[in-house]
Each structure stands twice: as C-alpha cells, then as structure tokens.
C-alpha cells in the first residue's frame, strides 16, 4: 500500500528567504504525487503534481517540487517566501494502480516579516 | 464555474441524530471521495466511488455511509452520529485516471455532541 511521509508538522521561514516543505513517499508501482494547500477554513488547493518526465515539476503562486526518484521525495520548494504563503501544506500520492490517493498529514508553513 | 459544493457547511447536532451531508460538482467527473480532517492526522479517507453505483471503503468507513446514484452527487450518511465523528469533512471529484488532479469542496464541519 502507497504512504506518504512529511517529516515536519511546523516549518518557519523568515520573509523573503527560500522554503522547503519536505515530503517522501512509498508506493508498489509508479508513483503520482500532488501537493496541496489549505487556507484557514478552506477546502485543499491544488498547487503542482508530478505524473512523468521532467523532475521538477513547476506550480501556481510560484511554487515547484522536485521528484528525486532514487530518494523517493517530492520537496515542495519556493525560491522567495511570502507571509501570504503562510498556510497547512498536504503531500498524497497515488500509484498506478487502482488506489484512491493518501495523504500526507500536513506541514505548517509559517512566513514571519 | 467548475466547484464541488458542500451542505451544510457548519452543523451542530446531538449523538443518534441521523444527518446527510450533500455534496454535488458540475465537472462531470467519474471519481468522487469523501475525507475527514483531525488535527494531527491529517486527510484520511472514509468512502471512494468510481462511478455510478460503484462505491468502496476507504481507510475509516465505520460510521458512515455513502450512495452514488447519480454522477453529480455523493451524500455522505451518518446514521448514529457519535462524537468521535466530530471534524472536518471533505468531498473531493476528479475525472478517471491516475494522474488527474483530485479538487474539493470548502469543507463541512461537523460537532456532535
């Protein structure tokens, strides 16, 4: 069965400087990995989502992901954070096969002026 | 516009309280789920259906119940809410096939007391 890891509950990162939200995976065939992102009381965002060919993968708000095959990560990345970035992140993937998509349980991402 | 739309969005009730929470999309999508949200447990998800008629279980079902009659719609049942159920639910949809991407609803939060 797929699982998804983010090592992190809370990353803090000052305005301005770059972020990294890290996630790994764990799936039996080929994976499908999506990142999310939730606004305080809202529903999940769609940001990026890797399927096939090149590694990094980029995104809405300017955000991008690397898929680092040998490592099984997907770190989501931004080169300049923004306080309006500040938000609850979700890692899922999905294999090839006939699998609903799992979750991650979610990084805090707090962007400090 | 292309949503998935959640009723009620906030709902108070008393445990045995029969309740159905609504959840349509107008994107003509084949695969719809539904999620729960705890707080430091991230997505999990409670029922899945492919199709029309087609449902399975997803990672916590006990509790709740699901029907697909028709494409648009997925209304989550909870026969005899209790208080563990307490939280935030999600409906999901997306078109058929692995890599597509899975959008959501705003969210229903839920209190049983």
């Known amino acids: 069965a797929q699982s998804v890891a983010q090592p992190e509950d809370q990353v803090n990162v000052a305005e301005g400087n770059p972020l990294t939200v890290k996630c790994t995976y764990s799936v039996s065939g080929n994976p499908y990995l999506f990142w999310y992102v939730q606004y305080p009381n809202r529903g999940l965002q769609f940001l990026l989502k890797?399927?096939?060919?090149?590694?990094l993968v980029k995104g809405s708000y300017g955000f991008e992901a690397e898929f680092n095959k040998s490592q099984t990560s997907f770190h989501l990345k931004k080169p300049s954070a923004l306080v309006s970035d500040s938000a609850l992140y979700f890692c899922?993937?999905?294999?090839?096969?006939?699998?609903?998509?799992?979750f991650g349980k979610g990084t805090r991402l707090s962007v400090i002026a | 516009e292309a949503q998935v739309t959640q009723n009620p969005r906030y709902l108070i009730t008393v445990t045995g309280k029969k309740l159905t929470v609504t959840c349509s999309q107008n994107?003509?999508?084949?695969?719809m789920s539904w999620y729960r949200q705890d707080p430091g447990l991230g997505l999990r998800q409670i029922y899945y259906?492919?199709?029309?008629?087609?449902?399975d279980k997803g990672d916590v079902p006990e509790g709740y119940k699901v029907s697909r009659k028709e494409k648009r719609n997925f209304p989550l049942i909870l026969e005899s809410p209790s208080p563990n159920q307490t939280s935030l639910y999600f409906c999901?949809?997306?078109?058929?096939?692995?890599?597509?991407?899975?959008?959501f609803g705003e969210g229903s939060w839920l209190t049983v007391v």
């Open positions: 994107m003509n999508h084949e695969y």
């Open positions: 899922a993937v999905r294999d090839s096969g006939n699998t609903p998509l799992v």
């Open positions: 259906s492919m199709n029309v008629e087609v449902t």
């Open positions: 890797y399927i096939t060919g090149d590694n």
């Open positions: 999901a949809s997306s078109q058929q096939g692995y890599g597509n991407t899975i959008y």
